[in-house]
């Protein structure tokens, strides 16, 4: 993260599962490692308007923050010898998404005409995660010459929770809606890296799948009469598309590194797949069959400078920049959110042992629209507030290594698997 994310073309801790499986083949020395994530998300909406039925509406301005901590990864790695060559064997857990999400709105809808202004409140919770659970080997071809893969079994619920209301006089209406979602999948990660004394190209390829996609949903809304409205818990297929890594890393000194990375991930492809006419082909993001969803390309780039201490431990300072757009564009705008990340990071490690932080602050200005009217919600109504949405993140990673001597995991291993 120091490194703003780049680390395709360098890959030489447990992590290179999730960026590069080849890199694994860098690692000499059994160890365990541990990283996980502080993350305080603020999205605010300023100077929205709505026009509807002839009547322009100002909306007043509001603000989401929350904070969480997540673990992200956990692993165990095992460097073994095979002839002179390096083939080494991980068994990792890493937490993909993180998606507990909550927030509060009460927002005031005012007819800039004279009229009575109407009470929105809005609450969205969200709880659960998308984890990945991992077996992977890399192997030292040459010299030259790594090359790795990872088998990944994807487990994932989450439950959603929303409440909206809208309070005009005397009368009040309100759409409660919940949803329950688990996936399962699996695909593989496959990865090279190149290496020169001063430097490397990484390259890999995370392989697109069909993954079951099960939910259930209800509605409970006055707005049309009392009503409760539930679908049952129904097995649906989406594909996950694939996604391709380039990564270069120079040293133009023994301390000192210059690396960049591109990826493409092909988010258009992330579809439902199933035999629902209604839903079969739409969009996982917007619920279009339209090609609005686009396809995005992230850069990242990084460097990085060694301390050597008297005492024998090395501490490193870095210095990450990169441009992620997502897989979100605003119907009503056009605008995608692009997120914009600069960041810091440093640790140590002396012995067997390494601790390591870094910080990053990314952030995304766009027009944007947002849906605050209960009939809007039911509706499907074309008509949204428009205005500026701002998105502030400020994320710190902790991550702990320990590595074990090699020499006697490796007489036990011969002991269990061979013998005396």
Same mark, same amino acid.
């Given at each position: ?7 395709? =073309?360098? @890959?030489? /801790?447990? %992590?290179?599962?999730?960026? $590069?499986?080849?890199?694994? *083949?860098? +690692? ?73 999400? =909550?927030? @509060?709105? /009460?927002? %005031?809808?005012?007819?800039? $005409?004279?009229?009575?202004? *109407?009470? +929105? ?89 069909? *993954? ?140 067997n042992t390494t601790l390591d932080i870094a910080y990053r602050y990314g952030w995304d200005r766009r027009d944007a629209s947002q849906f605050l009217d209960v009939d809007q919600l039911l509706r499907a109504s074309t ?38």
């Amino acid at each position: 993260m120091g490194l703003g994310g780049a680390f395709i =073309a360098v @890959a030489d /801790d447990a %992590t290179a599962v999730s960026f $590069n499986p080849a890199g694994l *083949a860098q +690692l000499l020395k059994p160890e365990v490692s541990f990283v996980g994530r502080g993350l305080s998300k603020r999205l605010s909406f300023q100077d929205f308007e709505t026009t509807s039925k002839g009547r322009q509406l100002a909306v007043s301005d509001s603000l989401n923050s929350q904070t969480r901590f997540d673990p992200l990864f956990l692993s165990g790695t095992i460097p073994i010898r095979i002839k002179g060559h390096s083939l080494v064997l991980q068994l990792a857990a890493q937490r993909q998404f993180a998606l507990a999400e =909550a927030s @509060a709105r /009460d927002l %005031t809808e005012s007819d800039t $005409n004279g009229g009575a202004p *109407a009470l +929105l409140k809005q609450r969205i919770d969200q709880s659960g995660q998308i984890d990945v659970y991992s077996f992977s080997m890399a192997y030292e071809v040459s010299a030259r010459i790594l090359v790795g893969a990872s088998y990944n079994q994807w487990r994932g619920r989450w439950d959603l929770n929303s409440n909206s209301s809208k309070t005009l006089g005397t009368a009040t209406t309100f759409v409660n809606y919940g949803q329950t979602n688990t996936l399962d999948g699996q695909n593989f990660n496959l990865g090279l890296i190149w290496r020169w004394p001063t430097w490397s190209f990484g390259l890999v390829r995370r392989t697109p799948f069909h *993954a079951d996609y099960a939910f259930g949903s209800t509605v409970d809304t006055n707005a049309t009469g009392a009503t409760f409205k539930g679908s049952p818990h129904a097995n649906y297929g989406l594909h996950w598309p694939a996604s391709t890594g380039f990564g270069y890393a120079w040293r133009p000194r023994e301390r000192w590194l210059v690396t960049a990375d591109l990826q493409h991930t092909l988010w258009s492809d992330a579809r439902y797949m199933t035999p629902v006419a209604a839903l079969n082909n739409l969009s996982f993001f917007d619920l279009d069959r339209a090609n609005r969803t686009p396809n995005v390309t992230s850069f990242h780039m990084g460097t990085e400078y060694l301390l050597l201490t008297k005492g024998g431990s090395v501490v490193p300072l870095r210095f990450g920049l990169s441009r992620e757009p997502q897989p979100v564009v605003d119907r009503v705008t056009g605008d995608q959110r692009v997120i914009l990340n600069l960041a810091v990071g440093t640790g140590i490690k002396r012995g067997n042992t390494t601790l390591d932080i870094a910080y990053r602050y990314g952030w995304d200005r766009r027009d944007a629209s947002q849906f605050l009217d209960v009939d809007q919600l039911l509706r499907a109504s074309t008509v949204r507030s428009r205005g500026r949405e701002r998105l502030d993140l400020h994320r710190l990673d902790i991550s702990f290594i320990y590595q074990f001597e090699r020499q006697p995991l490796e007489r036990w291993l011969r002991y269990l698997f061979i013998g005396d």
